[in-house]
């Protein structure tokens, strides 16, 4: 059996979704674990991780290929903390600060012919900071399935006033077992 790590962000755009009992075949990064991944999942769970998976910047010839047995979501706790934005913190140092009440003006870029973008960012800056020891692991049908198979795995909404500081769950991968041919 061959544990491999898949990066939620890898497979937040693109990669072919499978379930399991499906057969896959997995470009390998590497057999080593980086930093980050031991910072993200802690000194007991990265030691259970024998390869990393990646499609994305090269091709890669070490290859899992074989069955999946098992897939587990993996999630860590993060406190947002809401900060007012400010010159030089979400905002550009020269930037001034809005009147209460009012709006950051919208930035906008013309495409031509009359048409017109434009943008304004939110009056806060919402900063993730991940909590250390708090990684749970959760059976998971699979990777990139239809919204009706992913939804028991879907972060909670989005407040449109969030508070101050909250916590949430957000998922940062997968552990996938596959039991190669």
Known sequence: ?????????????CGDH??????????????DP???LTETLGPELVVTVD???????????????GR????????HEVVQRRTLRRPGH??????SIPADGEEWPTIRRALGNGVIVGSRPSRYVIEGVPVPDSVELVPAPGIRL??????????????T??????????IVGWLVDVKER
């Open 1 to 13: 059996m061959t544990r491999v790590w898949l990066w939620d962000w890898e497979w937040a755009c």
């Open 18 to 31: 499978f379930a399991v009992g499906d057969d896959v075949d997995l470009g390998i990064e590497r057999r």
């Open 34 to 36: 980086s930093s980050v």
């Open 51 to 65: 390869a990393i998976e990646s499609h994305h910047e090269a091709e890669f010839t070490d290859r899992v290929q």
């Open 68 to 75: 999946v047995t098992a897939v587990q979501a993996v999630s």
């Open 90 to 95: 979400g905002a550009p140092p020269t930037a």
């Open 146 to 159: 239809p919204a009706s198979l992913r939804d028991e795995l879907a972060p909670p909404a989005e407040a």
């Open 161 to 170: 006033d969030p508070a101050p500081e909250r916590s949430s769950r957000s």
